[in-house]
């Protein structure tokens, strides 16, 4: 198993930019397929961004498509979310995901991973 702890979450005005960071332990990282959820007050987690093992694959939710970017470095067994143009629906905790790498080159949905970070705290101020 692989534990996830993510960081990097804060308070932004709208327009602001963060970067959150997603440091790995545990099962190799770099065989691992990874990916960003996100889960707003009083809804549920959703889909932000996956990406593949080597990080030639990525995907993203049409909400973030053009202002998010998800990279990782597996020399430092740490992904990133680089999410520019904040707005305050983007207001969320954080959570990055993570799974053996298997038949799908990404993986989009909450049930196909099997380890969770704590989450990190996104708020974006009007």
């Known amino acids: 198993q692989v534990q996830l702890v993510e960081s990097g979450g804060g308070l932004v005005q709208t327009g602001g930019s963060l970067r959150l960071s997603c440091v790995a332990s545990?099962?190799?990282?770099?065989?691992?397929?990874m990916g960003w959820f996100r889960q707003a007050p009083g809804k549920g987690r959703e889909f932000v961004s996956a990406i593949s093992w080597s990080g030639g694959t990525t995907f993203y939710a049409d909400s973030v498509q053009g202002r998010f970017t998800i990279s990782r470095d597996n020399a430092k067994n740490t992904g990133y979310l680089q999410m520019n143009s904040l707005n305050p629906e983007d207001t969320a905790v954080y959570y990055c995901?993570?799974?053996?790498?298997?038949?799908?080159?990404?993986?989009?949905?909450?049930?196909?991973?099997?380890?969770w970070g704590q989450g990190t705290q996104v708020t974006v101020s009007s």
């Open positions: 545990g099962r190799t990282f770099s065989r691992s397929v």
């Open positions: 995901a993570a799974r053996p790498v298997g038949q799908k080159v990404v993986l989009l949905s909450i049930a196909e991973y099997d380890a």
